[in-house]
Nanobody, 129 residues
Framework: QVQLVESGGDLVQPGGSLRLSCTAS????????IGWFRQAPTRAREGVSC????????HYSDSVKGRFTISRESAKNTVYLQMDKLEPQDTAVYYC??????????????????????WGKGTLVTVSS
């Protein structure tokens, strides 16, 4: 049984940093694309970042490009999302999900959304002073 568990969410001040973790059981994250998406109460679900299986190609939404970094640590079967320069509009529940691939280019989320296989229960990130 595949299980993805997100952790690392917290309350942080604007301009601060957090690192989210996505740890898997029942699946090797090195073989799959792993994406992060977020859901805020008043906004549509939004793809944040994705890392491809195999070659570790990365994708980011325009809203987080230059501030967030996705990475993989295969030995721990974990994918990280390093979030820097956090802004109040980053406040959301963050989820990680597995899929066969990320999708292409800047529209990666459109493809990824429809081919997600498993996802976790999410971790809450609140950016507020």
């Amino acid at each position: 049984q595949v299980q993805l568990v997100e952790s690392g969410g917290d309350l942080v001040q604007p301009g601060g940093s957090l690192r989210l973790s996505c740890t898997a059981s029942g699946i090797s994250l090195g073989d799959r694309a792993i994406g992060w998406f977020r859901q805020a109460p008043t906004r549509a679900r939004e793809g944040v970042s994705c890392i491809s299986g195999g070659d570790d190609t990365t994708h980011y939404s325009d809203s987080v490009k230059g501030r967030f970094t996705i990475s993989r640590e295969s030995a721990k079967n974990t994918v990280y999302l390093q979030m820097d320069k956090l802004e109040p509009q980053d406040t959301a529940v963050y989820y990680c999900a597995s899929a066969p691939r990320c999708g292409s280019g800047d529209s990666w989320w459109t493809s990824f959304y429809y081919i997600m296989e498993s996802w976790g229960k999410g971790t809450l990130v609140t950016v507020s002073s």
